[in-house]
Each structure stands twice: as structure tokens, then as C-alpha cells.
């Protein structure tokens, strides 16, 4: 039986080396496209910082939505987080899949570079609707009579464009605009 296991072990090691090296290949010849994408997320941030600025706190918009699909409240606001992580990190996971299984027909390089092209078009459009709309975030923090629902404006330049994301995301006015699809 410990040889079985053994010899499996040592099958199991051997796939991931020459996946790995597989991998390292594909990203010596991708990694422009994976850094190009990282560099817009980047800017996506920048351009997310940069509305709070202009954030103005308004009344909730109802639409269909509101009525069809009740929010669920500040004191449930964890439902809506767990929920979000847990699909996140399946995915993420799953993109590592090919390590593990055979049935091998795609590359988690080719994978990420895919989805990083898929996010840069959705938040290049994404940021052109939320800087020509100007309209009320549905998060909690984001409503009228929210301490935290405008930022103050910046000292200087560089603390438009240095800034800590776990900062933003945490403690900033109407942080979780990245996100907030999910926040109601």
C-alpha cells in the first residue's frame, strides 16, 4: 500500500514540475498582457479614488430591483461580503486546476490574461458611466446623512495617486464603489 502511495506521490510531483514549467513558459511570453492589466486595475482605482472626490450624497434610487430584491439591511451586510468571497476565491482556485487534473485543456496564464482583458473593457466602461452619471451610491456609507459619504479633498497630488487600497476600501467615503453592486 505505501508503495502505491508512493509511486502516486511521485507521478502527482512530476505533472506539477512540468506544469509549472509550462506555466513559466507561457508567462515569459505573456507577461506584457498580465501587466498591462494589473496597471489598469490600477488605474481603476485611481479613477474609483477620484469620483469619491466628486461623490455629492443623495437619496436612494428605486428601480425594479429595490422592489423585486429587498436589501438586506447594515446588520446582514455580512451575507452580501461572504458571499462575494466565496465565489471570488473559488475562482481564483479553480484558475489552478490544471496543476491537479489531467484532463488538461487550458493554462491559468492564458486564463488570467483572458480575465484581466475581460476586466479592463468592463471597467474602461465602467469608469466612463460613473464619472458621466454622478449618481448616488445604494451602500449605507454612501447615503445622505453619512458621516463617511463625501472624502475630503486631497493635499496634494500625490495623495490621489499613492494610496493605500486596504485604506480606501476600509475606511474612505464611499470606498466600495468598486464593489458596491454587491453592498446592497
Do not use: E, G, M
Given at each position: 500500500m505505501s508503495l502505491y502511495i508512493g509511486r502516486e506521490a511521485s507521478k502527482l510531483w512530476k505533472r506539477i514540475c512540468a506544469e509549472t514549467t509550462t506555466e513559466f513558459n507561457l508567462l515569459a511570453d505573456n507577461w506584457k498582457y498580465i501587466l498591462a492589466g494589473l496597471i489598469c486595475q490600477y488605474i481603476h482605482g485611481l479613477?474609483?479614488?477620484g469620483v469619491h472626490y466628486l461623490h455629492r450624497p443623495g437619496p436612494v434610487l428605486q428601480d425594479t430591483g429595490f422592489f423585486l430584491l429587498p436589501e438586506l439591511g447594515q446588520e446582514r451586510a455580512y451575507v452580501s461580503e461572504t458571499v462575494f468571497t466565496f465565489v471570488f476565491l473559488s475562482f481564483v482556485l479553480w484558475t489552478f486546476h490544471p496543476f491537479i487534473f489531467k484532463?488538461?485543456?487550458i493554462y491559468t496564464?492564458?486564463?488570467w490574461c483572458r480575465v484581466l482583458a475581460f476586466l479592463v473593457a468592463c471597467q474602461f466602461l465602467r469608469i466612463i458611466t460613473f464619472?458621466?452619471?454622478q449618481l448616488p451610491g445604494p451602500n449605507y456609507h454612501c447615503r445622505e446623512g453619512s458621516r463617511l459619504a463625501t472624502l475630503p479633498r486631497p493635499d496634494n497630488p500625490l495623495e490621489v495617486l499613492v494610496f493605500s487600497k486596504i485604506?480606501?476600501?476600509?475606511?474612505?467615503?464611499v470606498a466600495k464603489l468598486e464593489i458596491s453592486d454587491r453592498g446592497v
Open positions: 479613477a474609483a479614488r484532463t488538461k485543456k496564464v492564458l486564463i464619472y458621466s452619471t485604506r480606501s476600501l476600509c475606511f474612505s467615503p
